[in-house]
């Protein structure tokens, strides 16, 4: 079997701009939990894949990841095992139902909850690794602006920032917006409107915090940060069916609402960044042999994790919820 060892240097690692080439890795963020976040990427990719673009999801909430979940996959390798060693990247890479490959990771990693140089390093080994290979990369990042989400949003190339009409999400929207312009220096960023009450509210939620954007944020080098809506998902009771069947709304309820939605957002990202192409990927790539973090003394990572056929089908998958504020903010 043949491997591949990537190496990276030190300033190569991927960054918000400079990008000579088209956009493929997009980070899928929210400001808050419980707003939908992995089931649009999951469905999202779905709709990618159904337009012929090979598609890669990785889950990149390390400690409360859900992404097996929303999909019934329990994979033999993850993410974790690919970082310190114990499995090849084809041995974690899974195909889900709806054509796509995902990338899970083991949850309650306590250690990967920290920014340390090791999981920097580790993270920015991966997405050099894998973006060559896919058309699209999907990152769904962890709720908030803990360091580690911020810095799993910075390798990418644009980021998706995903809201519900509700005043606590659209605050905490704003925040993730404010934070990713003045921090990272973007100057655009993409919002999906989920859960919206009727069709058309997406777009007056989009145009209100744009207004909000633009009163209150003007970035350090001047100007301001443009939203570019992709969409909206109306409420639909389709949604809550197939997350209790551990299915995509995609494939087990291709003619509702929230489907049609969800395909309508695929088609106007990709006419916004066409798929860039992609290069076959070795078998047996190796993304690092870096030590792993240091385990955090109260984990017990010996203890077994519940599979997905293990858990109530009324399980909430939510993330958790992170709230910024800033003291010059609106309310």
């Known amino acids: 079997m043949s491997t591949t060892t990537l190496t990276t240097s030190p300033g190569s690692e ?11 890795v997009f980070a899928i963020t929210s400001g808050k939990g419980g707003v939908g976040k992995t089931m649009l990427a999951a469905n999202l990719a779905a709709a990618l894949a159904r337009r012929g673009e090979r598609v890669l999801v990785i889950d990149a909430d390390l400690g409360l ?12 390798r993850t993410l974790h095992d690919v970082f310190t060693g114990q499995g090849t990247l084809d041995q974690a890479l899974l195909t ?21 140089p090791t999981v920097r390093e580790q993270f920015a080994r991966l997405i050099d690794t894998v973006r060559p290979h896919y058309d699209r990369v999907l990152i769904d990042t962890g709720a908030g602006i803990s360091d580690v989400v911020l810095y799993a949003i910075s390798m990418a190339d644009e980021a998706i920032v995903i809201a519900t009409p ?12 404010k934070v990713l312009g003045m921090q990272q220096g973007r100057t655009s960023m993409m919002l999906v409107v989920n859960q919206t009450h009727r ?3 997406g777009r007056h939620v989009a145009a209100q915090l744009q ?3 633009d009163r209150f944020i003007t970035l350090p080098e001047g100007g301001t940060i443009r939203l570019n809506p992709l969409g909206e998902v109306v409420s639909d009771t389709s949604v809550r069916q197939a997350v209790q069947r551990r299915q995509l709304v995609m494939l087990a309820y291709p003619g509702s609402d929230a489907a049609q939605g969800m395909s309508a957002i695929a088609m106007r990202l990709a006419t916004l960044h066409p798929p860039a192409g992609r290069l076959p990927m070795p078998a047996g790539t190796l993304v690092t042999l870096l030590p792993a973090p240091e385990p955090v003394a109260t984990q017990d990572a010996s203890a077994p994790e519940p599979s997905p056929a293990d858990l109530p089908a009324e399980t909430h998958l939510a993330g ?9 903010d609106p309310h």
């Open 14 to 24: 991927p960054t918000a701009t400079g990008r000579a080439e088209r956009p493929r």
């Open 96 to 116: 889900a139902p709806g054509d796509f490959q995902v990338l899970l990771a083991g949850s309650g990693l306590i250690e990967y909850s920290r920014l340390t």
């Open 211 to 213: 207004s909000v954007i």
């Open 166 to 177: 509700e005043p606590t999400a659209l605050a905490d929207a704003y925040a993730t917006v």
């Open 65 to 76: 990841a859900n992404l097996d979940v929303v999909l019934n996959l329990q994979p033999r």
């Open 199 to 201: 069709h058309g509210e």
């Open 320 to 328: 958790a919820t992170a709230t910024a504020t800033a003291t010059d």
